[in-house]
Structure formats: C-alpha cells, structure tokens
C-alpha cells in the first residue's frame, strides 16, 4: 500500500505527544485508538495501517481494527478485512481481543458517520457513541483520540435518496455512500494530502470497573470529545484547515 500512502501524502503529526510516547514504551502498554471522521470511504486506513509503527512501535504487531460485522458476510470483503488485521466489531470479539493484550483501532462514528460524510466538511457522529468508552473503562485500557485531516475532501458527496440509505444504515448497518472522488470514480479518492493527529491518552478512573455508572461514562464521553476538539483546534490551522468548524 506504499503507492497509495505516496498518493495521499499520507503521515502522522510529529512531534508525537510526550505522555503517548511515555505510555507506548510501557512492556504492557494498550490503547484502544480511537480514529475520527470515518469519511466516505475508510479506505485510507489500510494505508494508514502499515504507518501506524511510527507511533506505535512497542505493540505495533499487537494492533488489530474492528470492522463492522455485516462485512465479515460479504465474499471477498470477508478475506480482504481478515488480510488487513480486521476484527469483528463485536463487543464480545472486543473484549477477548484486549484480554489477550491486543490494542485495536476503532472507528466510533461507524456507518452513521460515513452516510453523513459531506465534501468539505467537517463532521463526527459522536453525541450518542459511548460503547468503546465503556470498554476502556471497564478494561481499563487508555483511549487515544485521533483526528485525520484530509479525508472529508476525498470525495464529492452526494445527499440523493438520503432518507433511504439512512433507513439501511440504522435498520440493517449498511451503508451506501452516494459520492465520486478522482476522474468520477467510486473507488479512487481525490490525492488530497493526508495528517493524522494523534492526542494524548486518555484514561478514566471508576469505582466498579465491571459496571461503570451512567454518569462516570458521561463524564468520560464528555472528556473525551473536549479531548477531540482540542485536538482538531490546534491542528487545523497549521495543516491548513483553519476556516472549518468540527
């Protein structure tokens, strides 16, 4: 996939938070990475993958992504996930993952942030995201919040039979984007250059780690949103994205 990260001029933001660096060097270091937006596609994540020993380079051969179940069933897309260190998404898969030490890469927003990607903007679906939190929380595994700039441009996006799709995503979990990136295409982005920021590791305090209360993971989803804020405020400006809001 070295092509395609050349493509994409595709890096991390360096330098690299000093209390993540100080964590990753842990023997038993785990994080669970939390990526932002999704975009139209994903597809910058399996170029991201073969980067991520950069920041990761004590548990890099221990990283795995969840990815949606429903992929798990199609033919083709089923090997082509498995091939890129895919996981089912489930809570239980989740769960034996970190319990044998493995970290994974997860996107919060899912299928409902991919539908609502819109070109050149700026969005996540987090208000009602709150499982992979309470995972942390009760595995006590630290949270890395990520923001990747560039993917909201790769494709021009379409609302067309918005309603329906939505339907699809929140009935079914599948997503349909309507969108076209480089030469009209449906499968090849625009070469936008591509940053990934990296936060600080987040990790949460809670008296019961088998049952966090409600409003001990409604004081962490509330940090770990400032968190991902902050982030995307401070990187935007210098990586050019000062005129957009998240």
Known sequence: ???MRKFLQLEFHHPLPEGLVEEERRKDAQFIISVFPHGTAGDFRVAMDGMLDEVFPNIYNKIRTLAA????LIPVVREFVIWTSCIDASRQVAEKALDAGYSFLVFPGGEAEQIRTIYHRERVYLKSRKGFLKLAMRKGVPVVPIYVFGVSDYYRTSNALMEPRLWLVKNLGICIPFAVGLWGSILCPEPVKTTVAVGEPLTFQVEDKRNPSRKELDDAHETFCKALMKLFDEHKGPLGYG????
Not at 69 to 72: K, R
Not at 243 to 246: A, F
């Open 243 to 246: 005129d957009r809001t998240l």
């Open 1 to 3: 996939f070295e092509t």
């Open 69 to 72: 179940s429903i992929l798990f």
